[in-house]
């Protein structure tokens, strides 16, 4: 029975959601035709169609032109969550991100030597290598140190600490534009005592490690400004 207020296509884009949850589908798996599913649920195909546009509008699937719907990578989230491209002061935003990240991100490390397995310090120790690598060629280094903070949120096995520091890193890569030159050497520094604490599994050295790079971070963008 349809929920009261609900359209057709809103009931069909729920179904499909099931029937992806139900079948434990992942990111690129295909889902099932367009006439497929209009069997599965009852409907016709124009409103599996539009049930379908409506859930890539989420970012739930992906549809490829002639290769059918599949399930996106982007685990329903948005591109833009927490609204940053609708903030006007993009000085006070960065400021207001900056702070967020010194208030959490050492107890993320903390929780990372904690709970990290040799998988993922195989992993964190690859996108630490890449920040390294960018930072010798004296290139733009955030998309690496982005995936190197996200690595050790991964490490922590929360999923919504894991979710939400890659929102963070991204809003700061691609709104700040006050630290006019790049930092490498107290950057590199900073990094590898991060993992080193992490591999040895040392939470307070972890959360220490982070604390420091991240307000030497925040100073310096503070003092530019």
């Known amino acids: 029975m349809r929920t ?5 296509v809103e009931k069909s884009s729920e179904d499909i959601l099931q ?4 079948h434990n589908l992942t990111a690129g798996d295909k889902l099932p035709t367009e006439m497929e599913l209009s069997k599965l649920l009852g409907v016709g195909r124009n409103t599996v169609r539009e049930a379908l546009r409506l859930l890539l509008s989420r970012n739930i699937v992906v549809i490829r032109q002639g290769a059918g719907s599949f399930v ?4 329903g989230i948005s591109d833009d969550p927490l609204g940053f491209f609708m903030v006007d002061d993009r000085k006070k935003l960065i400021e207001d991100l ?3 990240r ?3 991100e050492p107890q993320i490390a903390a929780i990372a030597a904690q709970n990290r397995t040799e998988e ?6 690859v996108a630490l290598k890449n920040v390294e690598q960018a930072m010798k060629e004296r290139s733009n280094f955030s998309g690496e140190d982005g995936a190197f903070h996200t ?16 929102v963070i890193t991204k809003g700061i890569a691609e709104f700040s534009s006050g630290v006019k030159k790049q930092e490498y050497q107290q950057t590199l520094v900073s990094h590898r005592n991060i993992f080193i604490a992490i591999r040895d599994k040392k939470p307070l050295e972890a959360g220490q490690a982070m604390s420091y790079h991240l307000l030497y971070n925040q100073n ?5 400004l």
């Open 4 to 8: 009261t207020g609900q359209t057709r």
């Open 19 to 22: 029937y992806i949850k139900d």
């Open 72 to 75: 996106s990578d982007k685990n």
């Open 98 to 100: 900056l702070q967020a």
């Open 102 to 104: 010194v208030i959490i």
């Open 120 to 125: 993922e310090l195989t992993c964190l120790e």
């Open 151 to 166: 690595c050790i949120a991964n490490c922590t096995h929360n999923r919504v600490i894991a979710e939400l520091i890659p």
């Open 220 to 224: 310096r963008y503070l003092q530019e």
